[in-house]
């Protein structure tokens, strides 16, 4: 079993920036690919990024391309999620997700209980 918890959420003005964080607990991280999804109010939960298991691969939808980095810290058993250059439409809650990934909602087992990112215009 792992244990997923988000931090470093918040309300930024469009333009700015937040850093994302997923620590996990009870196994090792660097037993799964790792993802980053986002669910707006009334929306469907979408992609956003995705690390493999070795760091070596990452994988970003469109819409974050240039704008959106996606880490991870094998020491301290976290992903981070660094967001630049935000924009209103960016707000949504923002979920970790621990799994074989790397693009789809089922293809991962655990997730976290997601940390909500405001941007105002």
């Known amino acids: 079993q ?5 931090s470093g959420g918040g309300l930024v003005q469009a333009g700015g920036s937040l850093r994302l964080s997923c620590a996990a607990s009870g196994r090792t991280l660097s037993s799964y690919a790792m993802g ?4 707006a109010p009334g ?3 979408e992609f956003a990024a995705a690390i493999s ?7 970003y939808a469109e819409f ?6 996606i880490s991870r810290d094998f020491a301290k058993n976290t992903v981070y999620l660094q967001m630049n250059s935000l924009k209103p439409e960016d707000t949504a809650v923002y979920y970790c997700a621990a799994g074989n990934g790397p693009w ?7 997730w976290g209980q997601g940390t909500q990112v405001t941007v105002s215009s």
């Open 104 to 110: 789809k909602f089922d293809e991962y087992d655990y």
């Open 43 to 45: 929306k469907e939960r």
């Open 64 to 69: 974050v391309k240039g704008r959106f980095t």
């Open 2 to 6: 792992v244990q997923l918890v988000e």
């Open 53 to 59: 298991r070795s760091g070596s691969s990452t994988y």
């Open 36 to 39: 980053w999804f986002r669910q």
